[in-house]
């Protein structure tokens, strides 16, 4: 079992910036390969980014490419999104996730993801 807990959202205006973390416990976090993805109301749940177990391979969603950027800390346990020039499109309440299988290169599939985080809001405001 795997227990995740993201934190740090909140709201912010149109062009700036916060940062996501997401904190693991449960499972060697350093053979997880980590995703976040988001729901932003009346919407599906969508890809936003994952890294791989290491930390050296990363995936991207093209509407946030470029603004935003995934890290981890194997030794904290912590997965963290960094997201820089928010706009209200952003508004989501976004979701850490862990891998069901070790040693993954990092996937935009939600089904490949065994275990979820409660979530935590963002609202960007223009």
């Known amino acids: 079992q795997v227990q995740l807990v993201e934190s740090g959202g909140g709201l912010v205006q149109a062009g700036g910036s916060l940062r996501l973390s997401c904190a693991a416990s449960?499972?060697?976090?350093?053979?997880?390969?980590m995703g976040w993805f988001r729901q932003a109301p009346g919407k599906e749940r969508e890809f936003a980014a994952a890294?791989?177990?290491?930390?050296?391979?990363?995936s991207y969603a093209d509407s946030i490419k470029g603004r935003f950027t995934i890290s981890r800390d194997n030794a904290k346990n912590t997965v963290y999104l960094q997201m820089s020039g928010l706009k209200p499109e952003d508004t989501a309440v976004y979701y850490c996730a862990a891998h069901g299988v070790d040693y993954r290169l990092p996937s935009s599939l939600s089904h490949e993801y065994a275990y979820w985080g409660q979530g935590t809001q963002v609202t960007v405001s223009s």
């Open positions: 449960g499972r060697t976090f350093s053979r997880t390969t």
């Open positions: 890294i791989s177990w290491s930390g050296g391979t990363t």
